[in-house]
């Protein structure tokens, strides 16, 4: 499974981005995927995940109400809408997908990875 990032870019304090995750391969359907971040400095931190249905997704405490994850089986695609975006914000967003471990929350339990899209929040 190949994930591509992508939605990214520069937005002012109280703005909104979509970032989407572009998988290949219909086994992308069958997998839970998840959205973290990496901000200058920071290690990767997790932002939010859904499962393979689509039915049940969480969120990290700092973006609940703000961010929302989507995905499209369809498609084979995951979105995530980033709204009442802040500073602290930016980050490298990366998606990922099939989750092996125990805590989603963990960048170690997922083992496909995008490349990352970079989100600037300007104050």
């Known amino acids: 499974v190949q994930l591509q990032a992508s939605g990214g870019g520069l937005v002012q304090a109280w703005g909104s981005l979509r970032l989407s995750c572009a998988a290949s391969g219909r086994a992308f359907r069958s997998y839970s995927a998840g959205w973290f971040r990496q901000g200058p400095g920071k290690e990767r931190e997790f932002v939010a995940y859904?499962?393979?249905?689509?039915?049940?997704?969480s969120y990290e405490d700092s973006v609940k109400g703000r961010f929302t994850i989507s995905r499209d089986n369809s498609k084979n695609t995951v979105h995530l809408q980033v709204n009442s975006l802040k500073p602290e914000d930016t980050a490298v967003y990366y998606c990922a997908a099939q989750f092996i471990g125990r805590d989603y929350r963990r960048p170690d339990a997922f083992s496909y990875w995008g490349q990352g899209t970079l989100v600037t929040v300007s104050s």
């Open positions: 859904i499962d393979w249905s689509g039915g049940g997704a």
